[in-house]
Protein backbone atom coordinates (compact mmCIF):
# COMPACT_ATOMS: atom_id res chain seq x y z
CA UNK A 1 0.00 0.00 0.00
CA UNK A 2 1.77 2.83 -1.40
CA UNK A 3 -1.08 5.77 -1.25
CA UNK A 4 -4.35 6.06 0.67
CA UNK A 5 -7.63 6.79 -1.09
CA UNK A 6 -10.37 9.58 -0.73
CA UNK A 7 -13.24 7.36 -0.37
CA UNK A 8 -16.56 9.72 -0.74
CA UNK A 9 -20.37 9.64 -2.12
CA UNK A 10 -21.18 11.20 -5.24
CA UNK A 11 -24.82 10.68 -5.70
CA UNK A 12 -26.57 12.50 -2.58
CA UNK A 13 -29.64 13.95 -3.43
CA UNK A 14 -30.89 15.43 -0.11
CA UNK A 15 -27.39 15.68 1.77
CA UNK A 16 -24.85 18.48 0.36
CA UNK A 17 -22.05 19.88 2.22
CA UNK A 18 -22.48 23.28 1.28
CA UNK A 19 -19.19 24.78 2.66
CA UNK A 20 -16.57 24.28 5.97
CA UNK A 21 -14.16 26.33 7.47
CA UNK A 22 -13.27 27.63 10.72
CA UNK A 23 -13.52 24.88 12.77
CA UNK A 24 -17.43 24.43 11.72
CA UNK A 25 -19.85 22.70 8.50
CA UNK A 26 -22.88 24.29 7.03
CA UNK A 27 -25.10 21.60 5.18
CA UNK A 28 -28.40 20.78 4.07
CA UNK A 29 -30.38 18.01 4.99
CA UNK A 30 -33.06 17.39 3.02
CA UNK A 31 -33.22 21.49 2.26
CA UNK A 32 -32.97 22.12 6.42
CA UNK A 33 -29.61 24.26 6.43
CA UNK A 34 -27.04 23.69 9.48
CA UNK A 35 -24.08 24.90 10.95
CA UNK A 36 -21.92 22.31 13.22
CA UNK A 37 -18.75 21.93 14.65
CA UNK A 38 -15.69 20.08 13.02
CA UNK A 39 -12.53 20.59 14.58
CA UNK A 40 -10.83 19.08 11.14
CA UNK A 41 -12.26 22.18 9.25
CA UNK A 42 -8.98 24.29 9.93
CA UNK A 43 -9.69 26.23 7.04
CA UNK A 44 -11.27 29.17 5.80
CA UNK A 45 -15.36 29.03 4.35
CA UNK A 46 -15.48 29.81 1.04
CA UNK A 47 -19.17 31.16 0.95
CA UNK A 48 -20.06 34.66 1.79
CA UNK A 49 -20.60 35.04 5.11
CA UNK A 50 -24.41 35.86 4.59
CA UNK A 51 -24.71 31.63 3.35
CA UNK A 52 -23.99 31.40 7.29
CA UNK A 53 -25.86 33.63 8.85
CA UNK A 54 -29.37 32.15 7.25
CA UNK A 55 -28.33 29.22 8.36
CA UNK A 56 -32.01 27.20 9.90
CA UNK A 57 -30.04 25.76 13.05
CA UNK A 58 -26.67 26.33 14.37
CA UNK A 59 -25.02 23.84 17.22
CA UNK A 60 -23.41 25.74 20.17
CA UNK A 61 -21.14 23.90 22.25
CA UNK A 62 -21.93 24.14 26.17
CA UNK A 63 -18.99 21.67 26.86
CA UNK A 64 -16.92 19.31 25.13
CA UNK A 65 -19.53 16.63 24.68
CA UNK A 66 -22.99 19.00 24.76
CA UNK A 67 -24.42 21.59 23.35
CA UNK A 68 -27.59 23.55 22.94
CA UNK A 69 -28.98 24.43 19.61
CA UNK A 70 -29.72 28.25 17.69
CA UNK A 71 -32.68 27.39 15.90
CA UNK A 72 -33.89 29.77 13.42
CA UNK A 73 -36.38 27.77 11.67
CA UNK A 74 -37.88 24.92 13.22
CA UNK A 75 -37.17 21.26 11.81
CA UNK A 76 -39.87 19.61 9.64
CA UNK A 77 -42.21 17.49 11.09
CA UNK A 78 -41.39 14.40 10.48
CA UNK A 79 -37.98 15.19 9.06
CA UNK A 80 -36.77 12.26 7.40
CA UNK A 81 -33.67 11.63 4.41
CA UNK A 82 -33.54 9.58 1.76
CA UNK A 83 -30.67 7.85 0.00
CA UNK A 84 -31.48 5.45 -2.79
CA UNK A 85 -33.69 2.88 -1.24
CA UNK A 86 -33.17 3.82 2.32
CA UNK A 87 -34.91 6.44 4.25
CA UNK A 88 -33.57 7.74 8.07
CA UNK A 89 -35.70 9.71 10.11
CA UNK A 90 -33.67 12.94 11.85
CA UNK A 91 -33.74 14.90 14.74
CA UNK A 92 -31.12 17.21 16.23
CA UNK A 93 -29.26 15.90 19.78
CA UNK A 94 -27.42 17.70 21.77
CA UNK A 95 -24.41 16.27 21.16
CA UNK A 96 -24.64 18.06 17.85
CA UNK A 97 -25.48 14.49 15.81
CA UNK A 98 -28.85 14.30 13.78
CA UNK A 99 -29.19 10.94 13.79
CA UNK A 100 -27.02 9.40 10.35
CA UNK A 101 -23.68 10.29 8.75
CA UNK A 102 -23.87 11.15 5.29
CA UNK A 103 -19.97 10.34 4.96
CA UNK A 104 -21.36 6.58 5.42
CA UNK A 105 -23.29 6.25 2.37
CA UNK A 106 -20.12 4.88 0.61
CA UNK A 107 -20.17 2.09 3.28
CA UNK A 108 -23.53 1.19 2.90
CA UNK A 109 -22.84 0.68 -0.83
CA UNK A 110 -20.03 -1.11 -0.39
CA UNK A 111 -22.05 -3.69 2.11
CA UNK A 112 -24.72 -4.03 0.03
CA UNK A 113 -22.12 -5.28 -2.85
CA UNK A 114 -20.52 -7.77 -0.17
CA UNK A 115 -23.72 -9.17 0.56
CA UNK A 116 -24.97 -9.46 -2.93
CA UNK A 117 -22.24 -11.80 -4.21
CA UNK A 118 -23.62 -14.60 -1.73
CA UNK A 119 -27.71 -15.30 -3.02
CA UNK A 120 -28.10 -16.93 0.48
CA UNK A 121 -29.07 -14.61 3.38
CA UNK A 122 -26.15 -13.77 5.48
CA UNK A 123 -26.01 -12.90 8.92
CA UNK A 124 -24.31 -9.75 9.95
CA UNK A 125 -23.09 -8.38 13.71
CA UNK A 126 -23.16 -4.31 13.68
CA UNK A 127 -21.88 -3.42 17.28
CA UNK A 128 -22.26 0.49 18.07
CA UNK A 129 -24.51 0.44 15.70
CA UNK A 130 -26.00 3.71 16.59
CA UNK A 131 -29.07 4.51 14.84
CA UNK A 132 -28.80 2.07 12.46
CA UNK A 133 -28.22 3.25 8.96
CA UNK A 134 -25.98 0.30 8.27
CA UNK A 135 -28.38 -1.71 9.61
CA UNK A 136 -30.95 -0.79 7.45
CA UNK A 137 -28.72 -0.77 4.69
CA UNK A 138 -27.91 -4.37 5.37
CA UNK A 139 -31.14 -5.88 5.58
CA UNK A 140 -32.09 -4.08 2.31
CA UNK A 141 -29.28 -6.05 0.87
CA UNK A 142 -31.23 -9.34 2.76
CA UNK A 143 -28.81 -10.38 5.47
CA UNK A 144 -30.32 -11.14 8.80
CA UNK A 145 -28.14 -8.25 11.47
CA UNK A 146 -27.61 -8.19 15.08
CA UNK A 147 -27.80 -4.91 16.06
CA UNK A 148 -25.77 -3.99 19.08
CA UNK A 149 -25.80 -0.88 21.37
CA UNK A 150 -25.00 0.13 24.97
CA UNK A 151 -27.55 2.92 24.63
CA UNK A 152 -31.37 2.15 25.00
CA UNK A 153 -32.41 5.38 22.71
CA UNK A 154 -30.10 5.01 19.97
CA UNK A 155 -31.30 0.98 19.97
CA UNK A 156 -35.32 2.68 19.71
CA UNK A 157 -34.16 5.52 17.13
CA UNK A 158 -32.17 2.16 14.84
CA UNK A 159 -35.66 0.44 15.55
CA UNK A 160 -37.87 2.80 14.24
CA UNK A 161 -35.69 3.74 11.24
CA UNK A 162 -36.07 -0.21 10.75
CA UNK A 163 -39.96 0.39 10.61
CA UNK A 164 -39.48 3.41 8.35
CA UNK A 165 -37.71 1.12 5.68
CA UNK A 166 -40.49 -2.19 6.44
CA UNK A 167 -37.85 -4.30 7.58
CA UNK A 168 -39.61 -7.15 8.76
CA UNK A 169 -38.69 -8.21 12.03
CA UNK A 170 -37.74 -11.14 11.49
CA UNK A 171 -34.62 -10.20 10.25
CA UNK A 172 -33.15 -8.01 13.17
CA UNK A 173 -32.21 -8.57 16.43
CA UNK A 174 -31.73 -5.59 18.72
CA UNK A 175 -28.80 -6.19 21.56
CA UNK A 176 -29.04 -3.51 24.76
CA UNK A 177 -25.09 -4.71 25.63
CA UNK A 178 -21.56 -3.43 25.51
CA UNK A 179 -20.08 -4.43 22.13
CA UNK A 180 -16.74 -6.37 23.66
CA UNK A 181 -18.65 -8.44 26.26
CA UNK A 182 -21.08 -9.17 23.43
CA UNK A 183 -19.01 -10.89 21.51
CA UNK A 184 -17.27 -12.59 23.62
CA UNK A 185 -20.60 -14.23 24.67
CA UNK A 186 -21.33 -14.87 20.93
CA UNK A 187 -17.76 -16.71 21.19
CA UNK A 188 -18.88 -19.04 23.65
CA UNK A 189 -22.27 -19.83 21.75
CA UNK A 190 -19.90 -20.57 18.91
CA UNK A 191 -21.94 -18.09 16.91
CA UNK A 192 -20.54 -16.94 13.71
CA UNK A 193 -21.09 -13.77 10.90
CA UNK A 194 -20.72 -13.40 7.50
CA UNK A 195 -19.86 -10.08 8.17
CA UNK A 196 -19.11 -7.50 10.98
CA UNK A 197 -19.75 -3.97 11.02
CA UNK A 198 -17.63 -1.65 13.60
CA UNK A 199 -17.88 1.78 14.11
CA UNK A 200 -16.15 2.26 17.74
CA UNK A 201 -16.14 5.63 19.26
CA UNK A 202 -13.05 7.77 20.77
CA UNK A 203 -14.60 7.14 24.30
CA UNK A 204 -17.50 5.32 25.77
CA UNK A 205 -19.24 3.87 28.31
CA UNK A 206 -21.39 0.05 28.34
CA UNK A 207 -24.43 -0.74 29.77
CA UNK A 208 -22.57 -1.28 33.47
CA UNK A 209 -20.25 0.94 33.22
CA UNK A 210 -17.66 -0.85 31.13
CA UNK A 211 -15.55 1.73 29.82
CA UNK A 212 -14.06 1.60 26.25
CA UNK A 213 -10.88 3.39 24.99
CA UNK A 214 -10.47 3.31 21.41
CA UNK A 215 -6.85 3.07 21.44
CA UNK A 216 -6.41 0.65 24.23
CA UNK A 217 -9.31 -1.66 22.86
CA UNK A 218 -9.83 -1.71 19.49
CA UNK A 219 -7.07 -4.55 18.72
CA UNK A 220 -8.44 -6.79 21.75
CA UNK A 221 -11.93 -6.34 20.27
CA UNK A 222 -10.89 -7.38 16.89
CA UNK A 223 -9.11 -10.40 18.11
CA UNK A 224 -11.93 -11.13 19.41
CA UNK A 225 -14.12 -10.89 16.90
CA UNK A 226 -11.64 -12.72 14.67
CA UNK A 227 -13.08 -15.85 16.53
CA UNK A 228 -16.57 -15.36 15.27
CA UNK A 229 -16.29 -14.42 11.15
CA UNK A 230 -16.39 -17.26 9.00
CA UNK A 231 -13.20 -17.85 8.12
CA UNK A 232 -14.41 -17.40 4.42
CA UNK A 233 -17.22 -15.85 2.44
CA UNK A 234 -16.83 -12.88 4.83
CA UNK A 235 -16.02 -9.47 5.45
CA UNK A 236 -14.87 -6.81 8.34
CA UNK A 237 -16.04 -3.16 8.10
CA UNK A 238 -14.29 -0.88 10.76
CA UNK A 239 -14.49 3.46 10.64
CA UNK A 240 -12.20 5.34 13.10
CA UNK A 241 -13.18 8.79 13.09
CA UNK A 242 -10.24 9.52 16.04
CA UNK A 243 -7.27 11.30 14.92
CA UNK A 244 -5.33 9.41 17.82
CA UNK A 245 -4.75 6.79 15.28
CA UNK A 246 -3.29 6.94 11.67
CA UNK A 247 -4.71 5.02 8.67
CA UNK A 248 -1.26 3.19 8.37
CA UNK A 249 -2.07 2.26 12.14
CA UNK A 250 -5.26 0.77 11.34
CA UNK A 251 -4.17 -0.98 7.88
CA UNK A 252 -1.46 -2.66 10.22
CA UNK A 253 -3.85 -3.77 13.04
CA UNK A 254 -6.21 -4.93 9.98
CA UNK A 255 -3.78 -6.84 8.71
CA UNK A 256 -1.95 -8.18 11.57
CA UNK A 257 -5.45 -9.53 13.07
CA UNK A 258 -6.74 -11.19 9.85
CA UNK A 259 -3.55 -12.18 8.02
CA UNK A 260 -4.62 -16.03 8.39
CA UNK A 261 -7.92 -15.74 6.69
CA UNK A 262 -6.21 -15.25 3.48
CA UNK A 263 -8.14 -12.13 2.22
CA UNK A 264 -7.38 -8.50 1.77
CA UNK A 265 -7.82 -5.34 3.04
CA UNK A 266 -8.99 -1.66 1.59
CA UNK A 267 -7.85 1.45 3.22
CA UNK A 268 -9.43 4.89 2.68
CA UNK A 269 -9.82 8.24 3.95
CA UNK A 270 -13.40 9.22 4.56
CA UNK A 271 -14.27 12.44 3.32
CA UNK A 272 -17.24 14.28 2.13
CA UNK A 273 -16.70 16.49 -0.81
CA UNK A 274 -17.80 20.08 -0.49
CA UNK A 275 -20.63 21.02 -3.54
CA UNK A 276 -19.13 23.80 -5.58
CA UNK A 277 -15.97 22.96 -5.01
CA UNK A 278 -13.04 20.54 -5.19
CA UNK A 279 -12.33 20.56 -1.46
CA UNK A 280 -13.19 17.58 0.60
CA UNK A 281 -14.05 17.42 4.42
CA UNK A 282 -11.75 14.46 6.11
CA UNK A 283 -14.06 12.69 8.53
CA UNK A 284 -12.16 9.46 9.47
CA UNK A 285 -10.45 6.66 8.51
CA UNK A 286 -12.38 3.28 7.01
CA UNK A 287 -10.66 0.03 6.81
CA UNK A 288 -12.50 -3.04 4.96
CA UNK A 289 -11.38 -6.78 5.07
CA UNK A 290 -12.49 -9.56 2.69
CA UNK A 291 -12.45 -13.10 2.70
CA UNK A 292 -13.48 -15.25 -0.44
Given at each position: MNTIPIVYTADWKEYNLLDSGNGEKLESFNGYTMIRPDPRAIWSHHLPQSSWDNADATFIRTDSEHGDWKIRKETPHPWTLHYHDLKFKLHPTDFKHVGVFPEQATNWNWVKKQLTINNSQLTVLNLFGYTG?????????????????????????????????????????????????????????????????????????????????????????????????????????????????????????MNNVFSEFKGTCELGELATKEEGSDRFLPQGIVARWTTR
Open positions: AATVAATKAGAHVTHVDSSKPSITWAHENCDLNAIPQTQTRWIVEDAYKFVLNETKRKSQYSGIILDPPRFGHGTKGEIWKLTEDLPTLLYAIKKILKPTHSFVLLNVYTADLSALAIYNL
